[in-house]
């Protein structure tokens, strides 16, 4: 949903700045997402080539001596067959209405059979399936329109007499198992044989979490949240099947898995694909490409097989009357030959769109990449980054191409630009696994001989002093006094009791050498935010804001001593607040002494090893919140309950310094503008 707000935003902008950058041909502009979400503009992916009114039907009702017609009235669905035939259930005027490839009028089917006809398929044999959701059925035509069977509401004890059956559309699968969506269907997909019998429910929504019924369910008896309006899962809103049988849904209201691939045990094999809150209709090409259609915003979206979106675009016709712009899209279906048509109900016609070529290079490409064809498909992905370098999903097709040629470097650099972590680390692991079978052999010699020397080195010490001179320099270096206070941090970590106890009593820190260590922790912050393995971090480096890490680092470990102290004066804590802060900063050791090792080990792990990366970071945070805690109960001289009792009050003294600090920042701007709305009064009048 927030992607469809920067996509309205965006389009408003551009028609009120009046841009020359969309077509002349399309009055919308065309969107994709990169791997961080933010949008970008692309070439024009379809151009609007013609409507489909219908002005040419000729019903029962029609006057043949005037020429007069019955057009479309408020149509809700519209389905292509394998031979192009256009089917749409014009649902104001109760029949659905064939038209020919090239939008010509055939013929009316079930104009004196259906009531409100909003759903209509076609199987492969030609049979017509329509939901009528005013007579509760789904009615099965012949291919002359004759009434050939009725699908009624399952006579089935597992179904229930109170389950209600409203069909509003309806998709037959190559069994010739029939599924309908119904309205207020919350269990799933309604399941019927080819001959009306109940098969169950499929592919089913869940319902997300809601902290208010949470809290009730715990707070409540069984029978008080018995009493209350349960909570149940949307149901979906439209259905389409691909030519492998495969099924997907789309359910409007949903903030996330808008749209579903739904396998044999009707499990999602999508990615969240969160279009928008208001898909009304979904189809899939011949080449598996999923397209759904906004009906509140107008725009329609497209996906590969996989769920990665290629273009948002189209927009509300505001009454311009512009081709290519619409009022509320109800239906969509592509040809054999990838047109899209576009099913208006308010402006009952149906809207066609023809790919570019630059949409035709990237369909021919996923083709070729759904195939496992990699290679054939890497000119048609170098065409589309001449047209578009930003195009991630064309780094990710030549990516794939490299890597079946052995070219690991440059897959992972493609991977990169894409953003495909789970393909990165395979070609990372490619690189790494080449490099130690090269390199593996000397390496193990050089720690054999590095381990040696330390040995032969130590011997000879001991036996005759060699080196003493070097020994007696780092003693001396250990014994400045600032030096000998930084490297209190290992004291810190080997021995915290003690550690601490030496810093309250014995001076074996200062606040000069805590700021210092304070200064190093920023630099350690910010190091381990450029330098970690991709695969392991969820920062774009790009839009890092070195001032924003900076309040990110320091607010909170300035509220906590601060807090800390607070809590601690009225508490009998015995500490001075350069203790705390000390304190504070020595028990962040762990994190400033191992975070760059760990850092450096991220660049040589893949995914295979996140479990290490993970419990690495993971031991730094306890240690560190270990050392805190004992740095609180030595420092005060705490027994552990009052600790314990301590440090939640500091925290909870940090979220009301929190809030304070907002409001304070917030009557702070009011006052400024107050006062300079005074200014500037004072200044026009004088």
Known sequence: MARLKIILLLTVAVVLLGTSTASAEAPFITYTFDKDGYPIYTQTAYQPIGTIDGFDIQSNESDPLTGESDPLFQPEDIFIDKNDTIYVADTGNSRVVVFDSFGNFQRIVGEDVLSKPTGVFVDDKGFIYVADYQKKKVFKFQKDGSLAFEYEKPDSVIYGKKSPFNPTKVIIDKQKNVYIVGDGSTQGLIQLGPEGDFLGYYGGNRTSF????????????????????????????????????????????????????????GENLLPDVSASNNIADITVDQNKNIFAVDSKYGYIFEYDPDGNLLFVFGGLNTGHQRLGLFKTPSGIAVSSDRKLFILDKKQSNIQILKPTEFTSLIHNAIALNSDGKYLESEHYWNEVLKRNSMFSLAHNGIGKAAFKKGNYEKALEEFRLAGNDESLSEAYWEIRRNWLMKYVSWVLIGIVLLALSIFL??????????????????????????VSHLLHVFRILRHPVDGYYELRTNQRASVFSATLLLLFLFIVHIFTIFETNALFSDVDTNRVNI???????????????????????????????????????YALSPYLIFSIPITLMSKGLTNMEVVLYDFSKKAIILWSAFLLFMMVKEIHSYEIGQTIKNMVLSVAGMLVLGIISFILFGLSNQVIDFMYSIFQEVKLRV
Request: aromatic share 12%; with cysteine.
């Open 210 to 265: 809601d902290l208010v019924h949470q809290m009730q369910k715990m707070l409540y008896t069984e029978k008080q949240y018995s009493q209350l309006m349960k909570k149940y899962p949307p149901s979906a809103t439209n259905v389409a099947v691909d030519d492998e049988g495969l099924i997907y849904t789309s359910t409007a209201g949903l903030k996330t898995e808008t749209i579903k691939k739904l396998n044999v045990a």
């Open 457 to 482: 080195v130590k011997r000879l010490y001991r036996r005759n002093g060699y080196g003493s001179k070097v020994v007696d320099l780092w003693i001396k270096f250990k014994n400045i006094e600032i």
């Open 547 to 585: 001032t924003t890490e900076l309040y990110k680092v320091y607010l909170p470990l300035f509220a906590w001593v601060i807090c800390n102290y607070l809590i601690s004066t009225i508490n009998d804590g015995i500490g001075k607040f350069k203790n705390v802060y000390i304190g504070t900063v």
